[in-house]
């Protein structure tokens, strides 16, 4: 066989689609097209009840946070498959969701201070502990932007991943303040997406919690 030959079977082989590499596009496209209709679904639920510049900035900012904060986690779960499926590093994926997650949940409270030019609701509330999960997101902000900060540093902490965990307390905060006091989570398909993006965290955690103890008894 010639050179000029073997290059041709060569270029075929690389050209050619397998079944593998469909069945990857496919999950691809469903999972990308499952969370453009979920946003495009929330955002016309939004849109439902208009309101001031301020206020929509924040409504939007903290709804899609929370989302963000959901997929960034969920990511975490699937390393491997995240990878295989989109292509991307996982690191990149998980930590670009992350990076918009905090961002937009930051955005939240600082819209709703300047529309009531009030920095007080920065203040975390700890005390009674109805009103403490009413105004979770307070005391959220902060755990998520402590287990970002040790996230930047890991390689200079050894035990990072355990501060790395807040994040799972500070998602069900969220979920708790969303639940409570969430001017768009009033309306029941928004309560029960809540409800099960707080459970699927939970057993995530969960999860991870019982891997680390089989890799400790091992």
């Not at 409504?59 to 989109?86: C, N, Q």
């Not at 600082?110 to 005390?127: C, E, G, K, R």
Request: positive net charge; aromatic residues 12%.
């Amino acid at each position: 066989m010639s050179r000029g030959d073997t290059g041709k079977e060569t270029g075929n082989k690389q050209g050619k689609e397998t079944p593998g590499n469909r069945k990857k596009d496919q999950q691809f496209y469903l999972i990308y097209g499952i969370i453009v209709i979920m946003i495009l679904f929330i955002t016309y639920l939004i849109l439902q009840k208009p309101g001031e510049p301020l206020r929509m900035i924040a409504r939007f900012a903290a709804t899609f946070g929370y989302l963000a904060i959901f997929l960034s986690i969920l990511s975490s779960e699937y390393m491997a498959k995240m990878r295989k499926i989109s292509g991307m590093p996982f690191l990149r994926a998980h930590h670009n969701l992350a990076r918009i997650g905090v961002l937009l949940i930051l955005i939240h409270p600082l819209s709703l201070a300047l529309q009531a030019q009030d920095f007080t609701i920065f203040l975390p509330v700890l005390y009674p502990v109805e009103t403490f999960l009413a105004l979770g997101g307070r005391t959220a902000l902060y755990l998520f932007l402590l287990a970002a900060g040790i996230a930047l540093y890991r390689r200079k902490y050894r035990n990072w991943k355990k501060v790395h965990y807040l994040n799972y307390l500070a998602f069900l905060l969220v979920s708790a303040h969303a639940l409570m006091i969430g001017s768009d989570f009033k309306q029941d398909i928004m309560r029960i997406i809540a409800i099960i993006m707080a459970v699927t965290v939970t057993g995530i955690f969960i999860h991870k919690r019982i891997g680390v103890g089989k890799k400790i008894y091992k």
